[in-house]
């Protein structure tokens, strides 16, 4: 299972967090990345964790003031992108400009989407993954993948339906081991989760329990 978290901009110390996750990593088969702010990408990628950022821009080079560039991220030693979260919506053709900016960057993505209409469509364009969120179902601590199983199933279904290889995270709500357990079993490759670690008293802990039934 591939675990992502998110650390969108709660005010967590992303090192630590950053820390706790590749500590995790090295003690188990899962495999753990965290998604730092941009500006933290440097330095949550020194402490050796799979780093991701949380959005690149459809750009390239040039004038693109306040973008952010993909081959920036990548510098800054990201592996791979988040593109069209729940928090970060785009157009479809900003999503594809994305998902063309990450490749040429040699960064992984994972394109998401709220349902599994728009998990085929996000398929469509060829990232390395997509993760179906449930909008409603994030930072609430209800885990998608017990409160709306249908959505993840479905996810997979329209992600297997297109051309090429698409594997499906879920996310929104999940908080433990049982919940990723039970994605795995409606066919999900991962989770993406934020809240559950990024707002835990003990992040290490918390991973701990996540990846604990694996
Ligand atoms: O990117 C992860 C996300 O949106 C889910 O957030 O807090 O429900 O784990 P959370």
């Known amino acids: 299972m591939f675990v992502l978290v998110n650390l969108k901009t709660y005010p967590c110390d992303p090192v630590e967090v950053a820390e706790a996750v590749r500590d995790v990593d090295r003690e188990t088969e899962a495999t753990l990345a965290v998604a730092p702010q941009a500006a933290h990408i440097e330095r949550v990628a020194e402490t050796g964790v799979e780093t991701w950022a949380q959005h690149v821009d459809p750009i390239a080079h040039g004038s ?9 991220v990548a510098d800054a030693g990201a592996v791979g992108t988040l593109i069209n979260h729940s928090e970060r919506r785009r157009r479809l ?6 998902v063309r900016a990450a490749d040429r960057a040699d960064l992984e993505t994972v394109v998401c989407a709220n349902n ?5 469509a996000a398929a469509a364009l060829g990232p390395d993954r997509v993760a179906v969120e449930p909008p409603e179902l994030i930072g ?3 885990p998608v993948s017990t409160a709306d199983p249908d959505i993840v199933a479905e ?3 329209a992600a297997a339906g297109v051309d090429g290889e698409v594997s499906v995270l879920c996310g929104a709500g999940i908080t433990d081991g049982e919940d990723v357990l039970a994605a795995a079993d409606l066919g999900a490759e991962g989770v993406l989760l934020a809240s559950g670690v990024a707002k835990a008293d003990d992040p290490r802990e918390a991973l701990e329990a996540l990846v604990e039934p694996l």
């Open 64 to 72: 693109n003031t306040g973008g952010t560039l993909a081959e920036t």
């Open 93 to 98: 053709a900003d999503i594809d400009g994305a």
């Open 116 to 120: 599994p209409a728009q998990i085929g």
């Open 140 to 142: 609430t601590g209800t």
């Open 155 to 157: 996810a997979v279904s």
